[in-house]
Structures are given as structure tokens and as C-alpha cells.
């Protein structure tokens, strides 16, 4: 059975940092397409950052030069480094994961991170 679970969100002063940390439970991690998302009340999710089965990564403008996503296949682990954290980066994080050869995808339950200015 395929889990996701996601840690670090929590609150920060803006320009500080945080690094969010996704398990994901389950066979063929290193198969997957790993990505973060996030999502305030009203509106939709939205991609933040994703890295591909190969390491490939891509990022939302608003992302760029300040996230950084990174994977670990032995442990089952993809990353999200955030810095120069603003009030608009405010918003549920959720790890997501893909198999591409289905696109069956799974979702983590999302953690909070609050960026107080």
C-alpha cells in the first residue's frame, strides 16, 4: 500500500528557510516522478517544484533561485528546500508522487507552512 508522508512545515519569519521532507511508503520509489505542491483555501493546487524518475527537475517561476527539490531512492525520500521564505509562499505542502507508465499518482496529507512577516 502507497503512503506519503510528509514533515517540517511549520512557521518561519520571512526570508528565513525550511526544508520539507516526504516518505513515500511503497514499492518502485526510484520509478516514480516525485513532485511538491501547494494550496490555500479558495484556490487551487499548484505545482511548486517536481523531479523526474532520471532527477530531472522542474520548478514554478515563483520557485526559482530560492527552492531546491532533491531525491533520495535508498530511502524513499524526496526534499524540498525552501529559502528566502515570503508570506506568499504561506500554504499546505503536498508531496505527490507518479508513475508515469500509468500516471496512477498518490497524495501525501500536506503540511503547513506559515511564513509571518
Known amino acids: 500500500q502507497v503512503q506519503l508522508v510528509e514533515s517540517g512545515g511549520g512557521e518561519v519569519q520571512a526570508g528565513g528557510s525550511l526544508r520539507l521532507s516526504c516518505f513515500r511508503r511503497?514499492?518502485?520509489?526510484?520509478?516514480?516522478?516525485m513532485a511538491w505542491y501547494r494550496q490555500v483555501p479558495g484556490k487551487e493546487r499548484e505545482l511548486v517544484a517536481g523531479?523526474?524518475?532520471?532527477?530531472?527537475?522542474n520548478y514554478a517561476l515563483s520557485a526559482k533561485g530560492r527552492f531546491s527539490i532533491s531525491r533520495d531512492n535508498p530511502k524513499h525520500m524526496v526534499y524540498l528546500e525552501m529559502n528566502s521564505l515570503q508570506p506568499q509562499d504561506t500554504a499546505t505542502y503536498y508531496c505527490?508522487?507518479?508513475?508515469?507508465?500509468?500516471?496512477?499518482?498518490?497524495w501525501g496529507q500536506g503540511t503547513q507552512v506559515t511564513v509571518s512577516s
Open positions: 523531479i523526474s524518475e532520471d532527477g530531472g527537475t
Open positions: 511503497g514499492a518502485l520509489f526510484s520509478m516514480q516522478d
Open positions: 505527490n508522487s507518479k508513475f508515469r507508465g500509468t500516471g496512477r499518482d498518490y
